[in-house]
């Protein structure tokens, strides 16, 4: 199956992925009274990733999370296929605007979210990624939004329901102002108050609704802005604009901008390179290609002093992409064993619980288990590749002079366990 076809699968239409949501609760509780029946019996990793025939009702989330994790590790690992700036950037900001796939109805939603969310404005403007990211499902489920509603509000069977300041909270914290931003916990209450309202629609396109008698119509302020106001009124628009307005504002700038000159540059980068990099948010209204262009123009970026360790994910897919450039044929083996490193090295695919996403600093990742783990993981997909040389050049002496020493049949699981491939 082609990466076009094999991402239209899990990043359809939403309300398909609602649909099949549903049928797979229907099965399950058809499979639990038979009790007996497991239809997970005999299946072993390889068979999960064959994507060639539609998954079974039962297992119909599994797929979706299995399909969108290939995508992943083939987007960032075949620049034929994906254009490395853009590949890096969705992994970029899936991780900033993280989601869980182990958080209740999360799960058939996490590709879809990497595909329309963190891929689609990977490189637009910062605040339309941010009104995607808190109007598509994965995020509305993911941090409770899509069950937050004005104090007191009428609930099914005549219960009631109130606030909930989850996304709220990680909005400003996490997303947009950082925990210094400059922000109160009644701003994080008023935001939560100004977002009521906003919950999931399982058939609608967008996946999103606003149901106007949740929202709480009151006097609300964030940061000094009021809503309701004479321009907005009351309604959705109130969150709309309380959203944008966090994300130009300039400790967002700051925060974000840090944050991709420690991805693309180096754990402890420049401050001057920050404050030109958020000089270049606020002057285009967080034009996200625009800030890029500024990072890699820098001379920062350039310095041979600014080097990164790779994160199991980059490992993996630089890995990948070394045995791939050898080898036209699709492997399925390599993308389980990858998938299985990343579950054992501690940054599984989808699957970091808290909203902060994964580190990806040195301090986090060079630790002597990891780089064990790495080896055998090296070791292991060289045995399914013939030869990987054409990373001799970029190697250093020490490394070569190591390499030449050993086996043909060992030089390629050396080159890339070395200590060389283990940095970006």
């Given amino acids: 199956m082609g990466q076009e076809a094999q991402r239209s699968a899990f990043s359809g239409a939403l309300p398909s992925l609602f649909t099949g949501a549903e049928r797979e609760r229907d099965a399950r509780r058809k499979a639990k009274d038979n009790k007996g029946t497991d239809t997970a019996r005999g299946e072993d990793g390889l068979k999960r990733f064959d994507f060639a025939a539609p998954p079974a009702p039962e297992h119909f989330s599994r797929a979706m999370v299995q399909q969108s994790a290939a995508w992943r590790l083939q987007s960032a690992s075949h620049p034929e296929l994906e254009a490395p700036l853009l590949a890096r950037m969705t992994e970029f900001w899936f991780n900033h605007l993280n989601v869980y796939v182990g958080k209740g109805a999360v799960r058939p939603f996490v590709g879809h979210y ?12 910062f605040e339309d990624l941010l009104l995607a990211s808190a109007k598509h499902p994965a995020m509305l489920l993911y941090l409770d939004q899509a069950r937050s509603v004005a ?4 609930g099914p069977q005549g219960s009631t329901r109130g606030l909930n300041e989850n996304y709220a909270r990680e909005l400003m914290e996490l997303h947009t102002l950082g925990v210094d931003g400059g922000y109160s916990q009644n701003d994080v209450r008023e935001m939560a ?5 906003w919950t999931v629609d399982p058939g609608d396109k967008s996946g999103f609704r606003f149901v106007a008698r949740l929202h709480d119509a009151g006097r609300k302020t964030v940061l000094g802005q009021q809503y309701p106001n004479s321009f907005l009124g009351s309604g959705v628009g109130e969150g709309e604009d309380a959203i944008r307005r966090l994300a130009r504002h300039p400790n967002t700038a700051k925060r974000v901008c840090l944050r991709l000159a420690q991805f693309f540059v180096a754990d402890q980068p420049a401050p001057a390179l920050v404050q030109t990099l958020s000089q270049t948010f606020l002057s285009t209204q967080g034009d996200i290609r625009q800030v890029m262009r500024a990072l890699v123009e820098s001379a920062d970026f350039w310095h041979p002093d600014n080097r990164l360790f790779k994160t199991p994910m980059d490992y993996a897919c630089s890995a ?15 993308w389980v ?16 619980q808290t909203p902060d996403g994964y580190k990806f600093d040195a301090a986090t990742w060079l630790v002597p288990e990891a780089l064990t783990r790495r080896a055998d993981f090296a070791l292991t997909l060289a045995r399914q590749a013939d030869t990987a040389e054409f990373l001799l ?5 020490a490394t070569r002079a190591s390499v ?4 043909p049949a060992m030089r390629t699981g050396l080159l890339l366990a070395s200590p060389d491939f283990m940095y970006k």
């Fill in 114 to 125: 990497a595909v329309h969310v963190a891929r689609a404005h990977a490189l637009g403007k």
């Fill in 151 to 154: 104090t007191g509000s009428r």
């Fill in 193 to 197: 108050r100004v977002l009521t309202g």
């Fill in 320 to 334: 990948l992409a070394a045995v791939d450039s050898v080898s036209d044929t699709p492997d399925w083996r390599r």
């Fill in 337 to 352: 064993l990858a998938v299985g490193f990343l579950d054992a090295a501690g940054q599984p695919l989808h699957g970091w």
């Fill in 393 to 397: 050049p970029y190697m250093s002496a």
């Fill in 404 to 407: 030449a020493q050993e086996r």
